[in-house]
């Protein structure tokens, strides 16, 4: 498969770009092949790397806009937890596939997740063709997410043959996993080099909890068990304090930052990207699950990204919109350890095109601006993954089957509780 896209605008140059297989083959002008599809932008389309979404819970579209404006604790306990309880292998197989169209409607080429049925997850995934990082979860107070569980799911998923899908081990969270699974989890992970994905420090509480049971904050924690690594994905990172910090940057960890989950569930403290940046940690971004964004649009995510910092450090220089696209591409790509989230040649061909002729880039003084503070998701007209079209003028194929399918789904689900 090759696809040539002519006339298309790259760093405010018009160039063409031809993708061999599943990567980015040559960029340049007039460039001539005898590729199977080609794509006229005719400057009227920019392209940018698919964006990456570091932390996300896909199936949980199923939930959005269920109980909102409450409590977590009563989110979770009342409304949450018991549907999940009822969750089936095909309910997460449509809730993911509406996920997956959701992401690609808007930029979204890549994903790391974090949910139950992983092997249901796979499927849609793989049939709609996004490029993904499935976590098996472990947690104490659910059968599924024993470590037996987890070891069995991987074994039977053969990893090595999900191309372009990866797996990781995702430990929920240091309040939900206890310290021997901890353990079992980064020893496993290790053996079979695998990522470890983890909740951290989301809520004050999680940060009191800990220093009651171990005299040490989480990140301290974590350091002691010798959880900590390059391999590590830790979302949310909110409370953490310069020493916790600093033992990320010294561990390499990647950290996930998570604006518009963190303010609808009211953590109480703002994402220290400034400390972050100034002990050189990779920051990414994430939309977190669609129950608490209620999106996936990672096009709103980076605006809000961007402007709760500046809101935070009371200086409007703080995260400007060139940095928040390279922690939404670049950095997402270096967490996940996948050669994608630049245009350049022998890079995956993972790109979006940008509909210019949208009123949110006019009259167009400066795209990367429009990019992050003008525009939605809506404004991407066609998605390349893995060197294969996903979207096409907005449209993806079996969308309609998809929205109504886990739309029966989700109000089924209900009924059952
Ligand atoms: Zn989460």
Redesign the pocket.
């Known amino acids: 498969m090759s696809i040539l896209i002519k006339n298309i605008i790259l760093d405010g140059e018009k160039k063409d770009i031809l993708i061999e297989g599943n990567k980015i083959k040559k960029i340049g002008k007039n460039l001539d092949s005898k590729a199977k599809e080609k794509i006229d932008g005719k400057g009227e389309n920019a392209v940018l790397p698919g964006l990456i979404n570091c ?1 996300t ?1 896909a199936a949980m579209t199923l939930f959005r806009g269920y109980g909102d404006d409450l409590l977590l604790k009563e989110w979770l306990e009342k409304k949450i937890w018991p549907l999940e309880a009822k969750l089936t292998e095909d309910d997460i197989y449509w809730g993911t596939k509406l996920a997956c169209l959701e992401m690609i409607k808007t930029g979204t080429t890549f994903f790391n997740d ?1 949910y139950w049925h992983p092997k249901a997850a796979i499927e849609a995934v793989k049939e709609i063709g996004l490029r993904a990082m499935i976590g098996l979860v472990l947690i104490d107070f659910d059968s599924k997410g024993s470590k037996e569980n987890v070891e069995k799911l991987y074994k039977r998923l053969d990893a090595k043959n999900l191309e372009p899908i990866s797996l990781s081990i995702a430990p929920h969270s240091i309040y939900a996993v206890s310290r021997k699974n901890l353990i079992w989890a980064k020893n496993f992970a290790r053996k079979y080099n695998l990522p470890l994905h983890i ?1 951290i420090s989301e809520t004050k509480k999680e940060v009191k909890d800990c220093l009651k049971k171990y005299d040490l904050r989480p990140v301290e924690y974590l350091e002691k068990i010798s959880f900590l690594g390059e391999d590590c994905i830790l ?1 949310h990172s909110v409370w953490l304090n310069d020493k916790e910090i600093k033992i990320l940057a010294k561990r390499k960890c990647s950290v996930v930052y998570n604006p518009t989950s963190n303010l609808k569930l009211a953590v109480g403290n703002i994402f220290p990207y400034k400390k972050f940046k100034e002990n050189k940690v990779n920051v990414c971004l994430g939309t ?2 669609p129950a608490s964004n209620n999106s996936l649009d990672m096009f709103l995510e980076m605006k809000i990204a961007s402007l709760l910092q500046k809101h935070k450090e009371k200086n409007p220089t703080i995260l400007p919109a060139k940095e928040v696209i390279k922690i939404a591409t670049k950095n997402g790509a270096k967490a996940l350890k996948v050669n994608i989230g630049e245009i350049k040649e022998g890079k995956l061909a993972d790109l979006i095109l940008i509909d210019l002729n949208q009123i949110c880039f006019k009259p167009g003084h400066n795209f990367i601006s429009d990019i992050v503070y003008s525009t939605t998701g809506n404004c991407v007209s066609d998605v390349i993954c893995n060197g294969k079209i996903l979207m096409r003028e907005r449209k993806v194929k079996g969308e309609r089957e998809i929205i109504k399918k886990a739309t029966q789904r989700a109000k089924e689900l209900v009924k059952r509780y």
């Open positions: 932390h819970h974090m909740h979302a977190d699950g």
